[in-house]
């Protein structure tokens, strides 16, 4: 019995391969693959903060600060898409045919840094992922770029291209930093920070 949808399997990775875009097959062990692999992870994670944002998110003034912090989390799902289908495509005329690198996006998280950052207490010590759960998840989407950044970087590709996705992978890891802060001022909750066991000798 079927039900008519389209099969998730296809039998095709059995061997341990995949098809880059454009139909080119490589290992699954690709350093490709796990770099945009990565960026994969790191969207679902963006999908459990954005749960768990809306499913706690908090009335007055703050609940118009979480909605503008979902519409941005969407928008940089989006990106990473974007990201991934670059670092998946290997024929230069398939790449002319995907939606542009935009240094605007860039620039965007910039902003979005610059407001949630003007409340924000100044850093005195280092700080320690925690607090609410959002703010958690935030700092788990933090190292999740930052070992995203370490696989790009390692393709070690010289083209225009490449180099907006490494920017963009760098400005992700700090916006999720200062995301992780915002998130535990919003909910009035004293952000955790390491403190080295000989600071009082």
Same mark, same amino acid.
């Given at each position: 019995m079927t039900t008519g949808s389209m099969k998730v399997y296809t039998r095709t990775g059995d061997q341990g391969s995949t098809s880059l875009f454009g139909g080119k097959r490589v290992s699954k062990s690709d350093p490709r693959l796990d770099a945009y692999g990565t960026l994969d992870e790191l969207n679902s994670v963006l999908g459990?903060?954005?749960?768990?944002?809306?499913?706690?998110?908090?009335?007055?003034?703050?609940?118009?600060?979480?909605?503008?912090? &979902?519409?941005?989390?969407?928008?940089?799902?989006?990106?990473?898409?974007?990201?991934?289908?670059?670092?998946?495509?290997?024929?230069?005329?398939?790449?002319?045919?995907?939606? &542009?690198?935009?240094?605007?996006? &860039?620039?965007?998280?910039?902003?979005?840094?610059?407001?949630?950052? &003007?409340?924000?207490?100044?850093?005195?010590?280092?700080?320690?992922?925690?607090?609410?759960?959002?703010?958690?998840?935030?700092?788990?989407?933090?190292?999740?770029?930052?070992?995203?950044?370490?696989?790009?970087?390692?393709?070690?590709?010289?083209?225009d291209w490449f180099l907006k996705i490494v920017q963009h992978t760098n400005r992700l890891n700090d916006y999720f930093f200062v995301l992780a802060r915002h998130l535990n001022r919003l909910d009035g909750v004293t952000e955790p920070t390491w403190t080295s066991k000989n600071s009082n000798k």
């Open positions: 459990l903060l954005v749960a768990e944002i809306e499913h706690h998110r908090p009335q007055g003034h703050a609940a118009i600060e979480m909605g503008r912090i &979902v519409n941005e989390l969407r928008l940089i799902q989006a990106q990473l898409f974007t990201l991934g289908s670059h670092l998946a495509t290997e024929d230069e005329g398939m790449r002319s045919k995907l939606p &542009v690198l935009s240094a605007e996006d &860039v620039g965007a998280l910039e902003t979005w840094m610059d407001r949630m950052s &003007v409340d924000l207490e100044p850093l005195k010590n280092f700080i320690l992922p925690g607090g609410t759960k959002a703010a958690s998840v935030a700092h788990l989407a933090r190292t999740i770029a930052r070992r995203a950044e370490r696989a790009i970087v390692a393709l070690g590709y010289d083209a």
